[in-house]
């Protein structure tokens, strides 16, 4: 199941006022400067979480496994903060929605180019694996300067008009994508794309009708997609871990850690649980660096008792 399957965001985006207000925001992220918009946010934020105060409530939980020392008020000021750097990523998404020359508003720092640009040398496929922070979508400019083919998979948003936006944007820098449908014969394509010398780009941190497996995650035991993993043991593409994170009103940081390739052992069980636990201690990495920017709004560690 998707973490946000039953959050109350989807909800209230089913509703005749927030559609209406989402498409009325489309319109104007397109007149009103970046700047204008994301001081906006923080008055708008507040109520917003209001009408939240489940998933806000979730992500306190969460940040008691992120940050047990952390009391009450510092996990409350995190999870608004959380809405907040959301709200940011989404104002980006409109934005940049408008036109590719609006990435040129931004200053986006890259760090391990090298690791992109090894992969590509040697001509071959590889997983690209991120997870729900910061904005996933920045990379995709990246990627449109490098001349690959690439695909990204994803969970269609509950809201038509925030997907439109998505998909605008991944088009506008010539990047390809997949939604998860079981009905299509995805898993084919994402093979043939690897072989065809491709990218395919997964968030890893979302089970999207994946089993998933438990591995530890800030020492408890958390559920990730086997998915990507298996698709590299198939393929034998490597896995290229990358984040992208927020850094002031305009800026990003692309991190791109090492390619990690996967070590097969006797067993397929076995070969998934250790390629898991090596790349979740990546992801943990991040997730403690940058935990506002972390956008899971339900519980992450099972049912999280409250």
Request: net charge positive; with cysteine; aromatic share 16%.
């Amino acid at each position: 199941m998707h973490p946000e399957a039953k959050s109350q965001f989807r909800k209230y985006q089913t509703t005749p006022l927030l559609k209406g207000a989402i498409r009325a925001f489309t319109i104007v992220s397109k007149i009103l400067p970046l700047w204008f918009m994301k001081i906006t946010a923080f008055f708008i934020i507040p109520f917003f979480i209001l009408l939240n105060h489940r998933n806000f409530k979730y992500i306190m939980i969460n940040f008691s496994y992120i940050r047990p020392d952390a009391d009450l008020l510092r996990r409350a000021l995190s999870a608004y903060r959380v809405f907040l750097n959301y709200s940011f990523y989404l104002i980006d998404l409109f934005f940049l929605s408008h036109g590719a020359k609006r990435i040129e508003k931004y200053n986006i720092k890259i760090y391990g180019e090298e690791h992109l640009n090894e992969l590509i040398k040697k001509n071959i496929g590889f997983i690209l694996l991120t997870i729900h922070m910061g904005n996933w979508e920045i990379a995709s400019a990246v990627l449109s300067k490098k001349n690959v083919k690439s695909y990204v998979v994803y969970s269609p948003d509950s809201e038509g008009t925030i997907e439109y936006n998505r998909r605008t944007l991944r088009n506008i820098f010539n990047v390809n994508d997949i939604p998860l449908n079981r009905k299509t014969f995805f898993s084919i394509q994402l093979l043939n794309t690897l072989r065809e010398k491709g990218i395919v780009a997964f968030q890893g941190d979302r089970l999207m009708g994946d089993s998933g497996v438990e591995v530890k995650f800030f020492g408890k035991n958390a559920l990730f997609p086997k998915g990507p993993i298996v698709l590299g043991m198939v393929s034998g593409a490597p896995i290229l871990p990358v984040f992208c994170t927020m850094k002031g009103y305009n800026g990003y940081i692309l991190s791109i850690e090492k390619p990690y390739n996967i070590q097969l052992y006797e067993t397929r069980d076995e070969t998934i649980r250790r390629a898991l636990e090596d790349i979740v201690i990546i992801f943990q990495k991040y997730v403690l660096q940058y935990a506002e920017q972390w956008y899971t709004f339900m519980p992450f560690w099972g049912k999280n008792e409250t």
